[in-house]
């Protein structure tokens, strides 16, 4: 599947369950194998439904090898690539998904930091769902400064300082994420930058406190896409009448002249967003 100068992953089959895994062959001459068995041992104890599970731990006096759970889908670099003119909220919504997996990380026992975060680390499978993938470069949080293998782009500037590795770290690499994603769509520019340019402000204490911020920020950015939010006034759900039909899962809305003053006809939606009693009706182009 891979290769690096200090490691090879493959592809392999559980013989018995006729699984499908990841195996990582890591060369303890080229690594520090006590530091690779602590971090290794330390990602297996996560439980989250969108980071591959790790099975097995095992060495011999030349290398380290990872077993771990098999993430299909496609990368989202090669989501991007194939997707044509993605929208804001569409952004959003991945990187949402993405801070909520790095506040589980941040937040569990350990405090994990990922380091590491970038489109090809990031899976993107049938259902939609983001995972995040490839912890060889996580730390445990306690004021390391160790930077591990860097990715040109998206690594922070104190990985490469040698400064303290903090949450905001894997916040900027985010805010690069954002970057890659709102270039390929210029319309979206004005609307996301601002997000973007305070994930990667220089000075990491400048950036966003943590990912539940981010996310919150993202989740404003989404609701003023009027792009995609088709804004039908903000309709109260009470006002909604006896004869209006509503049905989600890529139907159609339909009503009378009795929603809130407004005839709803031929809308196809995804699903309402409710704000307290009101609610955006979302028209997906």
């Known amino acids: ?17 006729d699984t499908l895994r990841v195996a990582k062959v890591i060369r303890k001459a080229d690594m520090d194998s006590d530091t690779i068995l602590r971090e290794a041992r330390l ?6 439904s969108h980071i591959p599970v790790i099975y097995d731990i095992e060495e011999d006096d030349i290398s380290i090898c990872i077993i771990e759970e098999y993430i299909s889908g496609k990368s989202l670099r090669s989501y991007i690539n194939d997707t044509d003119n993605i929208k ?5 919504d991945i990187a949402v998904k993405l801070c909520d997996i790095l506040e589980y990380l ?6 994990i930091i990922h380091l590491d975060i970038k489109p090809d680390n990031i899976i993107i499978d049938e259902h939609n769902n983001v995972k995040l993938i490839d912890f060889g470069s996580s730390i445990h949080k306690a004021g390391l400064t160790q930077a591990g293998m860097i990715s040109p782009g998206y690594a922070a500037p104190e990985q490469y300082s040698g400064k303290e590795l903090t949450y905001q770290t894997d916040i900027y690499s985010v805010g690069m994420v954002l970057k890659f994603m709102a270039d390929s769509n210029s319309t979206v520019h004005n609307k996301l930058y601002p997000v973007i340019n305070k994930c990667t402000r220089h000075n990491q204490y400048r950036r966003y406190k943590n990912v539940k911020a981010l996310r919150w920020e993202l ?3 989404a609701r003023s896409d009027i792009t995609f939010f088709q804004k039908i006034k903000f309709i109260n759900k009470n006002a909604i009448n006896k004869t209006s039909s509503i ?10 002249e ?28």
């Open 258 to 285: 009795n929603v809130s003053g407004s005839v709803l006809e031929n809308y196809k939606i995804n699903s309402i967003y409710g704000i307290k009693n009101y609610s955006y009706i979302i028209k997906v182009s």
């Open 219 to 221: 989740e404003q950015t």
């Open 247 to 256: 049905a989600l899962n890529n139907t159609y809305v339909s009503g009378s």
């Open 106 to 111: 941040h937040n569990c026992d350990n405090e």
């Open 1 to 17: 599947m891979a290769k690096t100068n200090h490691s090879n992953v493959y592809l392999v089959r559980h013989t018995a369950l």
């Open 88 to 92: 804001t909220s569409e952004i959003c």
């Open 43 to 48: 990602i297996k104890n996560l439980k989250h």
